[in-house]
């Protein structure tokens, strides 16, 4: 068990240290690459109207 925590620790630190040194995308480029994904607006549709009226009455 001691072995699994401490291959546990070290995984974990080779991780962060990765995640510490690879440099990240900016936060306009993330944008600008999901603004160019988007190819057409999402549709909005009032589904409101398609509800069925109350039966019945609350009294």
Request: aromatic share 12%; no cysteine.
């Amino acid at each position: 068990m001691p072995y699994l925590f401490g291959g546990l620790v070290i995984l974990n630190a080779v991780t962060l240290g990765y995640y510490l040194f690879v440099p990240q995308p900016s936060v306009t480029q993330t944008l600008k690459a999901a603004q160019d994904e988007i190819t057409q607006p999402l549709a909005f549709t009032n589904s409101a109207e398609y509800i069925p009226p109350v039966i019945g009455n609350r009294q």
